[in-house]
């Protein structure tokens, strides 16, 4: 379990599926993801597989529901795929209900995320991508310190250790990322 100010980083358990499906299958979240919704079916297995799967399996995705404390609800979640072909590259990624949009839920988790995949799992980088319509996921991955090694229809981000030590290591998990506005006079 990884906690920070506002949230809780954990595995995801069989009580997450109604939130889970509430957003996963909302089409605001999905517009920029490929496939369809889960059905309730295919929730309930994945949720169980997710909550039994082991911290280094390889060619597997880790996902981990994201609990806002205050709430005491699944507010979304963030994940890693493990791919045997890239050792040491972990592929990241993150779905908020979007109610939570915009409030510093996703860079607040993934900052808290960010220890566990570089310090516990040692990868030496990560990387994420989004379609080039989604502002709001590439704007976080940039908030996040990582830089766009392709451009195209599909943006494609990484970040290694060294880049994340020197950048976030000092960065309390609340801060957003963004610059703070000069006040208009």
């Known amino acids: 379990m990884i906690r920070t100010p ?50 280094v399996s390889l060619d597997s995705w880790h996902g ?48 808290g995320f960010f220890p566990y995949l570089f310090l516990y799992l040692g990868l030496d980088a990560v990387t994420a991508s ?10 976080l991955m940039e908030r996040l310190g990582m830089s766009r090694t392709v451009d195209g229809p599909t943006l494609q981000y990484r970040l290694s250790r060294a880049e994340w030590a020197g950048a976030h290591r000092t960065r309390s998990p609340t801060d957003t990322g963004r610059r703070a506005q000069r006040p208009r006079p």
Request: glycine share 10%.
């Open 130 to 139: 989004c379609d080039r319509a989604n502002a709001a996921s590439f704007g």
């Open 6 to 55: 506002r949230l809780v980083i954990r595995r995801f358990t069989p009580g997450d599926l109604a939130d889970f499906l509430a957003y996963q299958s909302d089409p605001i979240v999905r517009r920029h993801m490929q496939g369809a919704p889960m059905t309730s079916e295919q929730a309930i297995r994945y949720l169980k597989e997710q909550a039994a799967r082991g911290d």
């Open 64 to 111: 981990f529901a994201v609990q806002h404390v205050e709430q005491d609800r699944m507010i979304g979640d963030i994940g890693v795929y493990l791919d045997a072909k890239q050792a040491g590259t972990g592929d990241v990624g993150f779905q908020f209900r979007p109610d939570q949009h915009r409030l510093g839920y996703g860079y607040e988790a993934m900052v």
